[in-house]
C-alpha cells in the first residue's frame, strides 16, 4: 500500500482537479481509496459525485460553559483565559459567559474556577463520511462552521482511509491535502510516501512552493511536483523548473491553462472525463504515467 | 475601519484584492492605510508591495519549563494539560513545546510553583512601509503546526492604536480557526470568490461563519466573473449578500499577478472599482 499526498502550499492552484484527474486514472490500474483533506474546502466529492455510505461525528475539542446560577462573579475565569474567551454578556460587568468560537478548550477556568460553576465538555465538531465513488471509496468530511482541530479532524480520516485501504489489500490511499503549511497540512501529509505539489508560475505560487517543499524536508517527505496553468507565465514556469532540478526534485509535468478545466467542474466531471483529448488531459495523463513509476 | 478579506476557497484573489484596496485607500485618506497580512502559513502581501527594509520580531507560544528541584513529579501538570503537551516519565518532567497552546493551566495548577513559562518562538512578524500603505505580516516557521497565535499576535500588536486609519486584513483561506481568528478582528468581511461550484460550495462555508456565526457584515467580490455559471450571483441573492465587484476573467491579471504587480498599478483602470467598494463598505458600516 502506497500513499500519494497531493499539496500546494498556496490555494486554488488545481490540488482538486489534479486529484480527482488521478483518482480516475488509478483507479483502471488498481484498487484505490481516497481521503478529501481539505476539510475547509471539501470539493473532492463535486467532481467524483459518490454516493454516502456511512456518516460519522467528529468529536472536537472542549468548550467551557458557566452556570450563571452558581457564579459568584469573581472574575478569575476570565483572568486565567489567554483566549479572550470569558465575556460580559450584554455587557453587564457581574456577567460572565464562554465565547464558544474564541474558546480553546484548555479547561483552565474549569480547574480555576472557586465554586465549580464551569463545565466542559467535548463537542461535535463536523461530520465524516465513507462514501462510494466510480473511482473507489472515498472518506470526505464537513467541519461545522468556525469550529478548531481541523487536524485532528484529517488525522481521523486518513486513519479510516489507511484501514480500509489495509485490510482490503488496495494499491493506493490517495489524499487531497489542504492549502497552507500548518495543523492540517501536517496531518495531512503524516505518513504519505510522496507529495505531488500542485503550483503555478507566479511569484506567490513560488514563494509557498517553497515553504511547503521545506515542510515537506522537515517531515522526510519525498516531493514531486507539477506546475498548472504554465503557459501564463512561461519564464516564471522554466524558473520552478529549474530550482526543482537544483534542489533534486522531479517535476512531473506542465498542465497548460484549459477553459475546459471549469466546464468539466461545473458539469461535475473532471477534464478527462469532460474532454480527454483536451490539452489540460493530455498533461494529466503525462503526470499519471510518471507518477506510477515512482509508486 | 478594519476590513478583512476572506474567501472559503484559495486562490480566489484574496491578496490581490487586499493589495488592491490598501492602495486605493491609499489616495485619499487622511490616515495612511494598513495592511495586516493574517495568512501566516503563506503570506504573500509583501511579494505586491514594494517594501522598505523589513523589520522581523519573534513571536510565539508560552510553553512551561520546569524547575527538577521544586518538581516532586506529581503528574497534576500532565493531568490538566488538555493537549498531552506534557507529560512526567520516570524522574522526569517532558514538555512537548510543538504540542502546546500556552494556556497556562499548568504553571497554575503546579502544587510546588514548579513551573515558569518562556516564549517558545513559532514564528516572527514583520514590518515595513512603501510610499502609500504601512504594512505588518505574520509569518509562521516552517514545521510548525499552530498559525492562530502568530495570527492573534499580529492583530494585538496592530489593531489597538489604529486611530482613524483604513486596515485591510488579508484572511488565509478556509473557514476554520486561522480564517475565524482574522474575521472576528474586523467591522466588515470582503469574501472573495469565482463563479465556479468550488467557489460556490466554499462561500457558503464561509458565509455560515461569518453571517450565521459572527454576524458581522460582508459583501463578495466575483473574480474570474465570465467563466463557470451563475450560481454564485444567485446564492448571494438567496442570502442577502451584496455583490461588491464582479472582476472578469482576463488573462491580462492572470500575467501581471505572476510577476508581482499589484492590479491596480499595473492595470490602473481596476483603480476605481477598488475605490468604489471602499466607499459602499464606508456607507454600509456607518
Not at chain 1, 4 to 31: D, N, Q, R, Y
Not at chain 2, 276 to 281: D, G, N, P, S, V
Amino acid at each position: 500500500m502506497k500513499q500519494l499526498v497531493v499539496l500546494s502550499g498556496k490555494g486554488g492552484t488545481g490540488k482538486t482537479s489534479v486529484t480527482a484527474c488521478i483518482a480516475g486514472l488509478a483507479s483502471k490500474e488498481m484498487t484505490l481509496v481516497l481521503a478529501d483533506a481539505d476539510v475547509d474546502a471539501a470539493n473532492l466529492e463535486l467532481l467524483l459525485n459518490p454516493r454516502r455510505r456511512d456518516t460519522y461525528q467528529f468529536t472536537g475539542g472542549f468548550k467551557a460553559s458557566i452556570d450563571r446560577e452558581a457564579c459568584i462573579s469573581c472574575g478569575r475565569c476570565m483572568e486565567v483565559c489567554r483566549f479572550g474567551a470569558v465575556v460580559h454578556p450584554d455587557g453587564d460587568p457581574d456577567a460572565y459567559s464562554v465565547d464558544p468560537v474564541s474558546c480553546e478548550g484548555c479547561k483552565s477556568c474549569y480547574y480555576q474556577c472557586p465554586v465549580n460553576a464551569i463545565s466542559a465538555e467535548r463537542t461535535v465538531a463536523g461530520t465524516w463520511y465513507l462514501s462510494d465513488s466510480h473511482c473507489g471509496p472515498l472518506f470526505h468530511a464537513e467541519m461545522f462552521a468556525g469550529e478548531e482541530n481541523s487536524g485532528k479532524l484529517v488525522s481521523e480520516l486518513k486513519k479510516a482511509a489507511a484501514g480500509l485501504c489495509g485490510s482490503h489489500d488496495c494499491g493506493l490511499v490517495l489524499v487531497d491535502g489542504p492549502p497552507g503549511i500548518g495543523c492540517p497540512v501536517i496531518a495531512a501529509c503524516a505518513g504519505a510516501d510522496l507529495a505531488l505539489i500542485v503550483t503555478e508560475p507566479g511569484v506567490s505560487a513560488i514563494h509557498d512552493l517553497h515553504r511547503i517543499l521545506q515542510t515537506l524536508v522537515h517531515f522526510g517527505i519525498q516531493s514531486s511536483v507539477c506546475i498548472n496553468r504554465s503557459d501564463i507565465n512561461v519564464s516564471r514556469t522554466e524558473e520552478i523548473e529549474e530550482s526543482c532540478r537544483n534542489e533534486g526534485i522531479p517535476v512531473l509535468g506542465r498542465i497548460p491553462y484549459d477553459d475546459r478545466v471549469t466546464m468539466a467542474m461545473c458539469r461535475g466531471k473532471t477534464v478527462l472525463e469532460y474532454d480527454p483529448a483536451s490539452p489540460a488531459s493530455m498533461a494529466v495523463l503525462g503526470i499519471w504515467k510518471k507518477l506510477r513509476e515512482f509508486l | 475601519m478594519v476590513i478583512a478579506v476572506a474567501s472559503g476557497k484559495g486562490g480566489t484573489g484574496k491578496t490581490t484584492v487586499a493589495v488592491s484596496l490598501a492602495l486605493a485607500a491609499s489616495n485619499d485618506a487622511d490616515a495612511r492605510p494598513l495592511l495586516l497580512d493574517c495568512d501566516v502559513e503563506e503570506p504573500n502581501c509583501a511579494l505586491f508591495l514594494d517594501l522598505d527594509r523589513i523589520t522581523r520580531k519573534p513571536t510565539g507560544v508560552l510553553v512551561p519549563e520546569v524547575d527538577p528541584v521544586k518538581c516532586d513529579l506529581c503528574g497534576r501538570c500532565a493531568e490538566v494539560c488538555v493537549w498531552k503537551a506534557i507529560a512526567v516519565a520516570g524522574e522526569k518532567v517532558l514538555v512537548f513545546r510543538d504540542l502546546c497552546h500556552g494556556c497556562g493551566s499548568c504553571t497554575l495548577m503546579c502544587p510546588r510553583g514548579a513551573i515558569h513559562e518562556i516564549m517558545h518562538e513559532t514564528g516572527s512578524i514583520e514590518e515595513s512601509s512603501n510610499r502609500s500603505v504601512d504594512y505588518a505580516g505574520g509569518v509562521l516557521n516552517v514545521g510548525q503546526v499552530m498559525a492562530v497565535p502568530v495570527i492573534s499576535a499580529l492583530l494585538d500588536g496592530h489593531l489597538r492604536d489604529r486611530g482613524k486609519r483604513t486596515v485591510i486584513l488579508d484572511s488565509s483561506p478556509g473557514s476554520s480557526c486561522p480564517m475565524v481568528e482574522t474575521v472576528k478582528a474586523s467591522d466588515y468581511v470582503i469574501l472573495v470568490t469565482e463563479p465556479t461550484p468550488f467557489g460556490l460550495h466554499d462561500l457558503d462555508a464561509a458565509v455560515r461563519v461569518v453571517t450565521d456565526q459572527l454576524h458581522i457584515p460582508s459583501g463578495v467580490i466575483v473574480n474570474r466573473d465570465g467563466t463557470g455559471n451563475d450560481d454564485v450571483i444567485d446564492f448571494c441573492r438567496e442570502r442577502g449578500l451584496p455583490v461588491l465587484a464582479r472582476i472578469p476573467m482576463d488573462r491580462r491579471i492572470a500575467e501581471v499577478l505572476s510577476e508581482g504587480k499589484p492590479l491596480v498599478r499595473a492595470l490602473p483602470e481596476y483603480m476605481d472599482l477598488f475605490r468604489e467598494i471602499l466607499a459602499t463598505i464606508g456607507e454600509t458600516t456607518s
